[in-house]
C-alpha cells in the first residue's frame, strides 16, 4: 500500500502566500512522478502543475509564473509553493503519485485525501 500526506492549506488573503508539501510512504519501488490537483466546487478537477523523477515540470496556465513545484525524490516528498494567490484558486488541492510498488507489476496512480486551500477577496 501507499499512502499520500498533504499539509499547508489554509485560509489567506488575494495575494498571499502558501506552500502545500506532500510525502508518500509505504511499499515503494519507484516514482515516475508526482503532482497537484484541485477541484473547485461544482468544477472537474483539474491539473495544477507535476514535476517528473527527472526534473521536469508542467503546469497549468493558469498557474504560470505563480506556483512552482519541486520534488525531494530522497524523501519521496513534493512541494507546491503558491504566489500571488487569487481568489479563483480557491479549491481542494490533492497530491497524485505515479508509483510502482513493491507489490505491484505496473505504475499506479495514488492520491492523498486533499487539502483545503481559500483565498478571500
Known amino acids: 500500500q501507499v499512502q499520500l500526506v498533504e499539509s499547508g492549506g489554509g485560509l489567506v488573503q488575494a495575494g498571499g502566500s502558501l506552500r502545500l508539501s506532500c510525502a508518500a510512504s509505504g511499499s515503494i519501488f519507484s516514482i515516475n512522478a508526482m503532482g497537484w490537483y484541485r477541484q473547485a466546487p461544482g468544477k472537474q478537477r483539474e491539473l495544477v502543475a507535476t514535476v517528473v523523477s527527472g526534473g521536469s515540470t508542467n503546469y497549468a496556465d493558469s498557474v504560470k509564473g505563480r506556483f512552482a513545484i519541486s520534488g525531494d525524490n530522497a524523501k519521496n516528498t513534493v512541494f507546491l509553493q503558491m504566489n500571488s494567490l487569487k481568489p479563483e484558486d480557491t479549491a481542494v488541492y490533492y497530491c497524485?503519485?505515479?508509483?510502482?510498488?513493491?507489490?505491484?507489476?505496473?505504475?499506479?496512480?495514488?492520491w492523498g485525501q486533499g487539502t483545503q486551500v481559500t483565498v478571500s477577496s
Open positions: 497524485n503519485a505515479y508509483v510502482l510498488s513493491y507489490s505491484g507489476g505496473r505504475y499506479e496512480n495514488y
